[in-house]
Nanobody, 122 residues
């Protein structure tokens, strides 16, 4: 079992930055593929970024602005978000997968956090 708790969301002006954190519990944290998804009002939950081993993958909409990283010693996943836009407004979810090949799809992830709200004002 992996339990995930996100933090770091908030209200920020366009062009600003936020760093999200996801505290994970569970002995297999460093073997999990970890990712971030987001869900805007009235929209489907969508892939944002994932980290698998030493590799990172990003949605086109955030590439070059967001950076995913993890600290295995602290059992924490991060999402550094720069140059934020109003379109980035959403609830952001941390996710973990026991599937070593998990990447972009929600069904590939077994564990989810409760989400943290990010609001970007114009």
């Amino acid at each position: 079992q992996v339990q995930l708790v996100e933090s770091g969301g908030g209200l920020v002006q366009a062009g600003g930055s936020l760093r999200l954190s996801c505290a994970a519990s569970g002995r297999t944290f460093n073997r999990n593929v970890m990712g971030w998804f987001r869900q805007a009002p009235g929209k489907e939950r969508e892939f944002v970024a994932t980290i698998s081993g030493g590799n990172t993958y990003y949605a086109d909409a955030v590439k070059g602005r967001f950076t995913i990283s993890r600290d295995n010693a602290e059992n924490t996943l991060y999402l550094q978000m720069n140059s934020l836009k109003p379109d980035d407004t959403a609830v952001y979810y941390c996710a973990a997968s026991t599937n070593a090949y998990a990447l972009y799809f929600r069904y590939q992830y077994d564990f989810w956090g409760q989400g943290t709200q990010v609001t970007v004002s114009s």
